[in-house]
């Protein structure tokens, strides 16, 4: 097609342009044009209102757009990485050093990688491993770990630190703790010192102390503690709850030891609104009776005080998070 034609019809014109004017020929103008008359003549209010508002609804769009993360570099908001081993791919991009935005992703592939959180602490990437920066600001620094291995080490007040996964939030209280989660979102958790919290969109909070682990369930539906060295017994009961079998429950009260009691008060936890919730009560009143002799079992069912209360002292007592109560060792 000649330019030509698109000014004065003049040359062979393209086929689609062809095609064009046939589709819009009944819209066509055919009377002459007073350009001083138009040049005059006033917009109706409503129109003129009309644009307006449809100019301010676009501005407001384009501004709530999610915006793009900024490109990984060396330097903006972030938390530092390095690759160990090799280069690591930062969105994208195979860095051997850099700075994940909010937003961006960093995927370790054969390598691993050492990960700033902030001036908080720092975690270790395995290989294989994919996490996503969510948040970093005074009030929180947020990871997403969508597969891997993360080894995470803080020194921060309780709640400043998280990492999501696909089904369960790990809330760290100050501590130190692995994580690994499979593609499918399911993993486990060990904590090494202070303690982390797994929270879910339904069912109570877990608590996970130091010195032991829980399984990050792929449902709707927060796993057990137990102690790192724990029975493979105990742990196998544990593995049965988690699968739903009905005898579960009755047979980690028939196994349980008085060092298993952080197992039975995040059980507690999950079923005190249950039947279930006082079988579990009367079998820790044997195994580790609360502090405070005015709290039964009746009570630690509907006063969440009273429960947390007991529950506090089974942390001090069998992993030393405030310091074994006198005469009473943590295992």
């Given at each position: 097609m000649s330019d030509d034609y698109l000014f004065d019809r003049s040359g062979r014109p393209d086929p689609e342009v062809e095609k064009l004017e046939k589709l819009l020929a009944p819209l066509a103008h055919d009377a002459p044009l007073d350009e001083m008359r138009m040049r005059r003549k006033k917009r109706p209010p409503w129109l003129v209102l009309g644009i307006a508002v449809a100019a301010a609804a676009a501005v407001i769009v384009y501004f709530a757009l999610p915006s793009k993360p900024s490109a990984c570099g060396v330097g903006g908001d972030g938390f530092?990485?390095?690759?160990?081993?090799g280069s690591v791919s930062c969105e994208g991009a195979q860095l051997a050093?850099?700075?994940?935005?909010?937003g961006g992703r960093l995927d370790t592939g054969a390598n691993q990688a050492k990960l700033t959180i902030a001036n908080i602490g720092s975690a270790e990437l395995g290989k294989q491993t994919r996490v996503r920066l969510d948040r970093t600001d005074a009030q929180r620094h947020q990871l997403a770990l969508d597969r891997g291995h993360l080894h995470a080490k803080v020194n921060a007040p309780p709640r400043l630190f998280a990492v999501t996964t696909k089904h369960t939030d790990v809330v760290d209280l100050g501590c130190e703790y692995t994580?690994?989660?499979?593609?499918s979102g399911a993993g486990s958790v060990c904590v090494f010192s202070g303690l982390v919290e797994l929270a879910t969109k339904s069912g109570p909070t877990v608590v996970t102390p130091e010195g032991s682990c829980a399984a990050i369930l792929a449902g709707q539906r927060p796993s057990l503690?137990?102690?790192?060295?724990?029975?493979?017994?105990l742990v196998e009961a544990v593995r049965a709850y988690d699968r739903g079998e009905p005898t579960a429950i009755e047979h980690l009260l028939a196994i349980a030891q008085d060092r298993d009691a952080i197992t039975l008060i995040a059980l507690a936890a999950i079923h005190r609104?249950?039947?279930?919730?006082?079988?579990?009560?009367?079998?820790?009143m044997e195994l580790s009776?609360?502090?405070d002799a005015e709290i039964s079992v009746d009570s630690a069912?509907?006063?969440?005080?009273?429960?947390g209360t007991w529950r506090n002292d089974i942390l001090e007592i069998y992993y030393g998070m405030w310091g074994p109560r006198a005469g009473q060792k943590a295992p």
């Open positions: 530092a990485f390095t690759g160990v081993g050093h850099g700075v994940l935005p909010v994580l690994d989660i499979d593609d503690p137990y102690a790192r060295d724990a029975r493979p017994e609104s249950e039947p279930a919730g006082r079988a579990v009560l009367e079998r820790l009776p609360p502090p069912l509907v006063d969440d005080v009273a429960f």
